[in-house]
């Protein structure tokens, strides 16, 4: 569908620019440069607009998932633009009515029907994720070592929340003490390290068999007798929640 990605955060979509930032460590795009896209709209500002209500009415908060974020425009200069990550663009384009939208909708009906069926039957996951790295060329043997270890992160994941771990930042905090520990990186120092640059790429799926064992010998070894401590959890989860309750108190200081 992307018909040219361009390094300076501009995607062109069928001849149409869609400005895009890279926000947290994820991708926003620009609400307004999608809709013009899926509508045709002359005026996809004022689309936009009625669309929120529309969201709203239907139950959808947008006030925790839009984000005002400083985009060029054709006459240079900056200015705040509603923008969303991929997860609430896709919940908007459910609302949007056009004949654009509709392989979006049917794509979104597709993969809600085989996460059910994945519910009622893991295995059916675990033969998607095998087909996924089959279509991008790895080897069996690859594939193989790649599902066991996502079996390994799952226990270790499981041990975390027996322990304490709540949501994803605070497994990101666990997960980079045991990058720190078995490649004297964090993740993202390490993924810089590997020539990855693009947000969704994994890094384990560009791992070495070396790296993958030093990596699986030091979880199953250091994480459940360090990192899974109780008290060294609630340090790190206490330190991260301290920095951002700062942050927050300097944002309204100056509002």
């Known amino acids: 569908m992307v018909e040219k990605e361009t390094k300076n955060g501009l995607i ?17 795009f620009s609400i307004v440069d ?6 045709e709209s002359s005026i996809p500002r004022r689309y936009w607009s009625d669309l929120k ?19 060029p425009s054709p006459d240079g200069k900056y200015y705040e633009t509603d923008c969303a990550n991929t997860e609430t663009l896709l919940r908007i384009i459910q609302s949007v009515t056009s004949p654009k939208a509709e392989p979006f909708k049917l794509w979104l009906a597709k993969v809600g029907h085989e996460r059910i069926q994945e519910i009622e039957n893991p295995e059916l996951a675990q033969n998607r ?3 996924y790295y089959e279509m991008k060329g790895y080897p069996p043997a690859w594939i193989e070592k790649r599902l066991r270890g996502i079996a390994i992160r799952q226990e270790l994941t499981d041990e975390w929340k ?5 949501n994803e930042k605070d497994f990101a905090i666990l997960t980079t003490e045991i990058s720190k520990a078995t490649f004297g ?15 969704n790429q994994n890094l384990r799926d560009h791992m ?11 979880a199953l070894h250091n994480s459940f007798r360090h990192c ?28």
């Open 53 to 71: 209500i529309r969201l709203k009415e239907e139950g959808f908060e947008l006030y925790e998932k839009i984000v005002h974020l400083k985009l």
């Open 129 to 131: 994720v095998k087909g």
């Open 162 to 166: 027996n322990r304490g771990a709540e």
């Open 34 to 39: 999608i809709i013009a896209v899926l509508t």
């Open 228 to 255: 899974c401590n109780r008290s060294f959890l609630f340090r790190k989860i206490s330190k991260r929640n301290s920095r951002i309750s700062k942050h927050c108190q300097r944002r309204r200081r100056y509002c």
């Open 208 to 218: 070495t068999d070396w790296e993958h064992r030093k990596q699986k010998s030091n």
């Open 12 to 28: 062109v979509f069928q001849d149409r620019t869609i400005r895009r930032i890279l926000h947290e460590g994820q991708w926003f």
């Open 185 to 199: 990186k964090t993740v993202g120092e390490y993924k810089q390290f590997k020539g990855l640059s693009k947000s």
